[in-house]
């Protein structure tokens, strides 16, 4: 383990570079009184501690304060504005517009000035992150009609007449919903997610900071409030590290080994109290670095400290690219999947802790038959992808035309030898993966589609569209009215989205 004081040096020049970088990437926060705290603090402190720049606007450029009678928030939670709405100028000059949830949003949706700066940032194209009550700001600004969007249920009841008008797009119940530039989430707990969406949505679209490599620290903060504590932690836990603060003398460490120590400054000499900190450190004087870097809290202290951190992280073993983490799941699209099936796994899969790839063709947003769009990160022509060999792989099903020689009465669309080409790419790439030792699930089609002529499988039994029974050649796979089979080893087919909840269990026991 390197030397605290060492490292304390560092931490000093991570700061002028942290903030350099943070310069060209800032992120505008549109906040009022009655902000909801893990919200806005949750996901404000990991975009500081990635290396963003964060520009706090209120309706008259004054404090914006937790509390929505206005009061001043006794343990100093209230956010000091950085400019007024009037004051802002266009999009240009950043990357995100970041709209936290609590009574915030209903504040501002009364000012006019709030509309217009949503507006312009979704005519820009730029990125827009929403939690909670944060879509209402949207939805009054009418920005959701052609959008797929997620948000706090009360949504509903709170702006009835905009509900039910036919102008609020798509509503999902899932943690983090990406519509182009949209990112939107329900509520707190969906935070340290939403955060690292944003990030690394940020990163994919303006060229910003990317999630860092995992690193690990453990940071003496003395004498820092509960909530400064909180932030810290749950700021860099958000990016993938792991951390530990202790900012009481009675608070030790466990005996977890860290990559870093980091000793951030107190406000006095640090007391006889803190002598069994001191020893568990192999330190005789903690109050030592105080000059080094004077942060007089935690906002202020995250962007070095993230980059101290990032610094030390290391990637997995076999990870494809810079804070890429190696994904245990994968959603395999084409044109049309079942967009039923894909909203429904992916948010599956999240609850059972896996890292979600979305693969397609290409690059790019892709809609499913009925429209949802799913934004696919890496290609079936990737060599290098970040992707685990045992991988979790489903395989959503949907319709979408294909070339076929007998297609009854059919017209000729020149571009459908390409989507054959991109169909057929798929297919080997599923095949691939299942022969390099992933679990595959398929749903509806693309039962018939993955082992209609495969030899590597024995003759199995395929749930799936009931509409592909007679579609399968002699002698090879075909089809059972099961809702859900074991076919093969680590292959699982369904029927359809409705029979889903029977997979479940089977999924959980090939992860374990």
Known sequence: MLRPCLLMITLSLYALTSLAQASEHKVLVLLAEGFNR????????????????????????????????????????????????????????????FIPGGYSPGFLENEPAAIAIVNAFMEAGKPVSAICHGPRLLLRADRLHDRTWAGLRTIADELPDAWISGRRGA???????????????????????????????????????????????????????GHERWLLESSLR????????????????????????????AAEELGEEWAAVRTHLGRDDLSADAAVADFPNALAALPAVGAAVAAVGQHPAGEAAAGQPV????????????????????????????????????????????????????????????????????????????????????????????????????????????????????????????????????????????????????????HTDDPVTRSAERLITVRSFADLHLALPQLQSSDD
């Open 38 to 97: 893990q919200e806005h603090y949750g996901t404000v402190g990991p975009l500081l501690a990635a290396g963003y720049g964060v520009v706090i606007a209120t309706a008259d450029g004054q404090t914006a304060f937790l509390r929505r009678d206005r009061e001043e928030d006794p343990r100093g939670r209230d956010v000091p504005a950085d400019i007024s709405l009037a004051e802002f100028g266009s999009p240009e000059g950043y990357v995100s517009l």
């Open 171 to 225: 509503y999902m119940d899932q943690q983090v919903v990406i519509d182009r530039n949209l990112i939107t989430a329900r509520y707190p707990n969906d935070t340290p997610a939403f955060a690292r969406a944003t990030i690394r949505h940020l990163a994919a679209v303006s060229g910003g900071p990317d999630l860092p490599p995992p690193g690990s620290a453990l940071i003496v903060a003395p004498h820092w409030s």
């Open 238 to 265: 958000s990016l993938g590290h792991r951390v530990s603060v202790i900012n009481e003398a009675d608070r030790l460490p466990t005996d977890e080994s860290f990559a870093l120590t980091l000793v951030l400054p």
């Open 327 to 478: 994904a245990t799941a994968a959603l395999a699209l084409r044109e049309g999947f079942d967009d039923a099936v894909a909203a429904a796994m992916l948010m599956q899969l999240r609850a059972l802790g896996h890292e979600v790839m979305i693969i397609g063709s290409q690059a790019g947003w892709l809609r499913g038959t009925n429209g949802l769009p799913l934004e696919v990160t890496a290609s079936y022509g990737d060599e290098r992808l970040a992707l685990s060999d045992n991988a979790l792989i489903i395989a959503p099903g949907g319709f979408h035309p294909a070339l076929r020689d007998n297609a009854r009465q059919g017209e000729d669309a020149d571009w459908l030898p390409e989507q054959a080409a991109r169909d057929q790419q798929r297919l080997n790439w599923l095949r691939s993966r299942y022969e390099a030792g992933a679990t595959l699930l398929t749903v509806g089609t693309d039962g018939w589609f993955f082992a209609r002529d495969y030899d590597a499988l024995e003759r199995p039994r395929i749930s799936g569209s009931a509409q592909l029974r007679w579609s399968y050649p002699r002698g090879g796979a075909s």
